[in-house]
């Protein structure tokens, strides 16, 4: 006995044997009364049995129809829940993926190149970037208007997400151009201990802390001379002479214009730039794809 079925006949054959009755099966299937008893005899030929006896009074089942009969439900019920699988993926495939930020990683045109990677082996998905203030480090995953996000380490509440790091960089300081410091090739940490520091908002959390290098401070509590919660705002601040701040390698091209320096700091850990999301996504074929066309980019595992 050949096994090679089709769905359709199935579908066919389940609907005769619920309606028991040719025309009326036909008009549920909306093909013609012909057509329909011509594939059930060929469905019956296939599997070497009558599924149906057509006697004058009307159709019944065979012995052999009624033992098919649960077996072919669940054929076709299995079949539906793959059909609507499919479909969500590719609904999913077809979406939009938002990228929360809270400034352009630039960092060599590496946004373009991942945009290019992922679009190419996703190009039904429209990629939609949204600019977060400093006051939230998440960059929009905390309250869910992004579904991933260009973030530095440390996160607040860091059960809550996974992330690839995409970039270790030095920690900077960046300082007035008139600071007696500015005119050093390299600072030591310990000389920067009794300077003002530029501050992220107290929502940053444990990113706040970071900038302002607590773990290397000794229990010595930092003063601060102004908070700061955008590229704009810190500039203005360091021009106006309000403090120093520590500043990723990869972003200080964003704030040495006119006016202020960095120098290299001995005595402090690196930055750690990553590409986060919330862990509950991680299953999500685009926040999937879109974290590997970051790995492929940087080069990282």
Same mark, same amino acid.
């Given at each position: ?15 005769? #044997? ?6 009326? #099966? ?10 329909? $008893? ?9 599997? %070497? ?8 009074? %009307? ?20 079949? $539906?829940?793959g059909s609507a699988a499919v479909e969500a993926a590719r609904a999913a495939a077809r979406g939009t993926l938002v990228v929360g930020m809270s400034t352009s990683p630039g960092r060599g045109g590496l ?47 860091? @059960? ?42 107290? $929502? ?20 601060? %001379? ?16 309000? %403090? ?13 214009? @006119? ?39 940087? @080069?990282?595992?």
């Open positions: 006995m050949t096994m090679d079925v089709h769905v359709r006949d199935l579908r066919y054959f389940v609907t005769v #044997a619920e309606e028991l009755h040719f025309t009326r #099966a036909a008009e549920r299937l909306y093909v013609s009364q012909p057509a329909l $008893s011509k594939q059930v005899r060929a469905l019956e030929r296939q599997l %070497g049995v009558e599924l149906f006896r057509r006697d004058p009074p %009307g159709v019944t089942l065979t012995e052999a129809g009624t033992a098919l009969l649960p077996h072919a439900r669940r054929v076709l019920d299995a079949w $539906s829940r946004l373009p190149a991942i945009r290019s990677r992922f679009t190419a082996a996703h190009p039904d998905t429209a990629l939609r970037l949204r600019q977060v203030s400093w006051e939230d480090p998440t960059a929009g995953l905390a309250d869910g208007d992004a579904d991933v996000a260009f973030v530095w380490l440390p996160l607040p509440d860091a @059960g809550r997400y996974a992330w690839t790091v995409l970039a270790r960089e030095p920690r900077l300081v960046a300082l007035p151009d008139s600071h007696p410091l500015a005119a050093r090739t390299q600072v030591d940490f310990t000389e920067l201990l009794a300077e003002p520091f530029l501050a992220l908002p107290p $929502s940053a959390g444990p990113l706040r802390d970071h900038w302002l290098a607590l773990d290397e401070r000794d229990g010595r509590a930092p003063r601060v %001379g102004a908070e700061i919660a955008s590229t704009e705002e810190t500039y203005e601040a360091l021009v106006a002479g309000l %403090g120093v701040c520590l500043v990723a390698a990869g972003n200080a091209p964003l704030i040495t214009l @006119g006016g202020v320096v960095t120098r290299p700091v001995r005595g402090l850990s690196p930055s750690r730039y990553a590409l986060a999301w919330r862990a509950e996504d991680g299953h999500r074929p685009l926040v999937r794809a879109y974290a590997q066309a970051c790995r492929q980019v940087t @080069g990282r595992p």
